[in-house]
């Protein structure tokens, strides 16, 4: 009797602890599936280049100025967001960002002028700069403690909704023309409707209880590593970046002006291949979680951005058929890298998760817009298939994982 007495309070300790540990699927799901609805109404936007292109008979510095009106209002705002939600988190505040992005969106289908078309793009990038850092860390803590898991099934919802923009705008978009964007009003409200879910989950969130019983911010809780382990981190996790980021633009953004003029393809066909592209990116987004996880994120660094680059320096020499297998071969190894890089930043600078995940996304955003609107200029002068050569050469940057350091080792 009196040793299960004593033993007691050590089980009473540990059953919170395992419950805790189960992952928040319901959670997890929802914010997957919104991610998808977010990302497939985003991706509306580079699908509708060539529509765009000709109707207002716009030049490839043109759109590149659209992609860096999306991107760079949400690159410069999430980190700023994320900085303040981890000190006053907002658990309501991710159905009003879909409900900014929803206003571009409509407003995206009704534009008549250039200057309307860079504003609706700008109010989608507002609607991110909200939705990925506080989405990010409520996926973080529905994940029990798989953190890498939890980042990939949030990155993979993304992810498959940027490949599925291009197929719907090549079927529904390209034959009906630009108004029809419209239509996609329903994924954003559906997204405002599971964000809704989610938001009441994360307002009874013990952590927020805690919050609200104290009536204070706790500090966030100071890094265990050095400064200039920080610093130098950081410096090599924003390079990497740069690599992954400016390079998976120049596909993304230019890859069906490429197809069609290298290869004469039609509209439809240049879709398609952009589809199976950002398939695979999705299927390598999922795939670099769950593997970080077990093997630790470094050696899924190492691999998804230094492994892509033999098949990015063949990329430009090869034929239709095979453009479109190492373009697959590309997205699966160098999206890998995404959630690998988050959860380590992460594991970096605890306590501060919403600011590194905005970070993390606002600087991809970023490097991708100005990425997108430098390749345009460059691709005006010289031409599209000179550009694709050039970027071959970045996922060389990928060395540099050799100066991260091994923070894994002291968890």
């Known amino acids: 009797m009196s040793e299960n007495t004593a033993d007691a309070p ?37 699908a509708l280049y060539p529509i765009l292109k000709d109707a207002y008979q716009l030049d490839f510095a043109q759109i590149g100025m659209i992609t860096l009106a999306f991107q760079l209002t949400a690159s410069m705002l999430q980190p700023v967001v994320g900085y303040i939600t981890d000190k006053h988190p907002q658990p309501y505040s991710l159905p009003i960002a879909m409900a900014c992005s929803l206003i571009g969106l409509l407003l995206l289908a009704v534009a008549d002028s250039y200057p309307v078309i860079l504003v609706s793009a700008a109010l989608v990038g507002i609607g991110s700069s909200v939705f990925h850092p506080e989405s990010s860390r409520v996926a973080r803590m529905a994940s029990g403690g798989r953190y890498g898991f939890a980042q990939s099934l949030f990155q993979l919802g993304g992810s498959t909704g940027s490949a599925i923009g291009p197929l719907l705008a090549a079927f529904i978009v390209v034959p009906r023309g630009q108004g029809s964007v419209a239509w996609f009003s329903a994924a954003a409200l559906l997204a405002m409707a599971l964000l809704t879910y ?48 400016v390079y998976t633009s120049s596909l993304s953004s230019y890859y069906t002006f490429y197809l069609i003029e290298k290869f004469q393809v039609s509209v439809q066909s240049a879709q398609l291949h ?25 050696p899924v660094i190492w691999f998804s951005i230094l492994g892509a680059f033999p098949f990015a320096l063949m990329l430009p020499y090869a034929g239709l058929m095979w453009t479109g297998v190492l373009s697959v071969l590309i997205g699966l190894i160098m999206a890998s890298a995404f959630s690998a890089i988050i959860v380590y930043a992460q594991e970096l600078l605890p306590g501060r998760v919403g600011m590194v995940a905005g970070m993390m996304f606002g600087f991809s955003f970023g490097l991708g817009g100005l990425g997108a609107a430098a390749l345009g200029r460059v691709a005006d002068v010289t031409g599209i298939e000179l550009v694709y050569k050039a970027v071959s050469f970045l996922p060389l940057i990928g060395l540099l994982t050799a100066f991260l350091p091994n923070i894994e080792k002291r968890r």
């Open 274 to 298: 952009l589809f199976v592209f950002l398939g695979a990116v999705a299927v390598g987004t999922f795939a670099g979680g769950p593997i970080g996880d077990r093997f630790g994120r470094k």
């Open 10 to 46: 050590a089980i009473a300790a540990i059953r919170p602890a395992t419950a805790e540990s189960n992952t928040t699927f319901a959670i997890l799901v929802s914010l997957s599936v919104c991610h998808l609805l977010n990302d497939m109404n985003q991706s509306l936007v580079p």
């Open 198 to 245: 989610v938001s009441v989950w994360y307002s009874r969130h013990p952590a927020m209880a805690a919050r609200r019983g104290k009536r204070a911010v706790a500090a966030p809780a100071a890094s265990p590593w050095p400064r200039s382990t920080i610093v130098t981190a950081l410096t090599v996790v924003l390079l990497l970046l740069f690599s992954k980021n």
